[in-house]
């Protein structure tokens, strides 16, 4: 088969390269940056593990088990430790657990009687039947009610896209959401009976999925992938241009200009508008033109997708003494509402779900801060955000004495906002792929913006690749 090439060597890339070079396929994988893993950056110092990025992959679909287990990294899987199992969400000014039943919610104090009414009362409210997108506040607040938007899915919004509420849409960012009132005309009745359906296809509740990293953290698998691939992989190789032949395509980066069956862009869509694409060069002029003369090749506009969102995000990760920080911290993390106000959109507790993450006697917390709540803070100098998460994790979680270890990670577009008229994007792609045969577009930009996600979106684009260089 004809070679294909990956732009991008995030986990996306590399999971589509690493299974097509399996089944014989060819590949090059061209990476802007100077390290493999994208968005994934795992640091280990002084007995401290910090993670830049993503700290967990949430195993949500069986082909991503299988991918850690095609890439032999099954004994160096690290599962989050059961115990951590505990979510907390802050209201008065404290971090409060979770419910984990519905005994337990209609007993929590996280929530007042008017809120437990309204999850009590979401089965009987109609469901909407215009068409019309709608955004996710919007959303919760028809189905359920502000005191819920405000107290608990605007955190919850922070923790996944670090994204607004008023902006993010439904069908777009949370399709299963959108899918269970269509089908079922509520969500609580759709996640009673949804979960019959889910079992079927395998797949798992995000909620209920495990969720695992490595012993050395998630670098581990875009490591292993890359190594895999070994002179595949060619780092500070920006592709600049794509140019479509009747053999196939022709990719640019400053090395030159070299022809594959097939590309796959796996980078980021802001980066993408700044590519040059051009489609059938040296199409002959339509009947009737002047022969022997070429048109020049269309170049695909894709500037619309610099108007894609991505804010800013600052991680910070603080190494403590056990016996300086008040709260226990067992249990995956907080959430922090924009109404308690704080500067932290929320913290993973990471030495209480992946124990070798901080030395014996020690506590390593991962917060974020920025996104589109607040996407200024992260403008501001390491030390002051070092300064303001202290302050914040002294009050919410009684962390007084000084961090024995700090590092921050600045990541000036972390994450795209599927935000209301995203499916215009999805929309181009889907154009742009039947317009130029031979070009895939994958990754978190366009089939969800987890880990798990991305994966996924790797292993799928494979399928579609290889159905393209067997036909042709
Ligand atoms: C701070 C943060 C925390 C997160 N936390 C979690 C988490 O805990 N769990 C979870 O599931 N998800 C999390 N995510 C999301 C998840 O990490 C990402 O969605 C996923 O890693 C995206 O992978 P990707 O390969 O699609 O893209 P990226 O990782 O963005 O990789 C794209 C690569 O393409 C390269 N590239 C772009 N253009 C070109 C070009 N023209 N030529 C060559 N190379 C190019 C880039 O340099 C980059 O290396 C987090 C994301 C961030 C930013």
């Not at 104090?109 to 039947?129: C, D, I, Q, Y």
Request: charged share 20%; aromatic share 8%; glycine share 10%.
């Amino acid at each position: 088969m004809k070679p294909v090439a990956i732009i991008g060597a995030g986990i996306t890339g590399l999971t589509a390269a690493f299974y097509l070079k399996r089944r014989g396929v060819p590949v090059t994988v061209y990476e802007a940056g100077e390290r493999v893993g994208g968005v994934i950056q795992s640091v280990r110092r002084a007995g401290f593990l910090a993670e830049n990025g993503p700290n967990t992959i949430l195993e949500t679909s069986p082909k991503i088990a299988q991918l850690v287990q095609d890439a032999g990294l099954a004994s160096r899987r690290l599962d989050s430790d059961p115990k951590a199992g505990a979510r907390y969400l802050v209201r008065y000014q404290r971090p409060m657990e979770m419910p984990g039943s519905p005994l337990g919610f209609l007993t929590t104090r996280l929530f007042t009687a008017g809120a437990k009414l309204a999850v009590l009362r979401e089965p009987f409210v109609s469901r909407r039947t215009d068409g019309k997108e709608e955004s996710v506040a919007g959303f919760v607040k028809r189905r359920l009610n502000q005191e819920f938007l405000d107290h608990a899915i605007d955190a919850l919004v922070a923790g996944v896209y670090a994204g607004d509420p008023y902006q993010l849409s439904v069908p777009q960012a949370f399709p299963r959401l959108a899918e269970l009132e269509a089908r079922y005309g509520s969500l609580i009745k759709g996640q009673i009976l949804g979960a019959r359906e889910r079992k079927r296809r395998g797949d798992v509740a995000r909620d209920r999925a495990p969720k695992f990293s490595f012993d050395e953290g998630l670098q581990v698998l875009p490591d292993t992938l890359a190594i895999s691939l070994g002179d595949a992989v060619n780092l500070n190789s920006p592709v600049t241009k794509l140019r479509q032949t009747s053999e196939g395509w022709r990719v640019t980066t400053a090395n030159g200009e070299i022809g594959f069956g097939a590309v796959i862009y796996s980078g980021t869509a802001y980066r993408l508008a700044e590519l040059k694409i051009e489609c059938e060069a040296g199409n002959p002029l339509p009947a009737g033109g002047a022969h022997g003369v070429t048109r020049p090749a269309p170049q695909i506009d894709l500037s619309p997708f610099s108007d894609i969102r991505y804010p800013p995000v600052a991680s910070v990760v603080l190494g403590f003494r056990r016996e300086d920080v008040t709260h226990p911290c067992q249990g995956f993390g907080m959430l922090i509402p924009k109404v308690e106000g704080f500067r932290i959109l929320g913290t993973i507790f990471s030495s209480s779900l992946f124990p070798n993450r901080a030395p014996a006697g020690h506590v390593t917390l991962t917060s974020y801060l920025g996104g589109e709540r607040q996407p200024e803070l992260t403008l501001r100098p390491a030390e002051e955000l070092l300064a303001l998460v202290r302050e914040d994790l002294r009050v919410l979680l009684g962390a007084t004495g000084n961090p024995v270890f700090q590092h921050t990670a600045l990541y000036p577009r972390a994450i795209p906002q599927y935000n209301l008229g995203y499916g215009r994007y999805r929309d181009l792609m889907n154009a742009i792929e039947n317009q130029a045969a031979g070009l895939f577009f994958a990754g978190h930009y366009r089939e969800g913006v987890s880990l798990g996600d991305s994966i996924v979106s790797g292993c799928n684009i494979v399928e579609r690749v290889e159905k393209f260089l067997t036909a042709k």
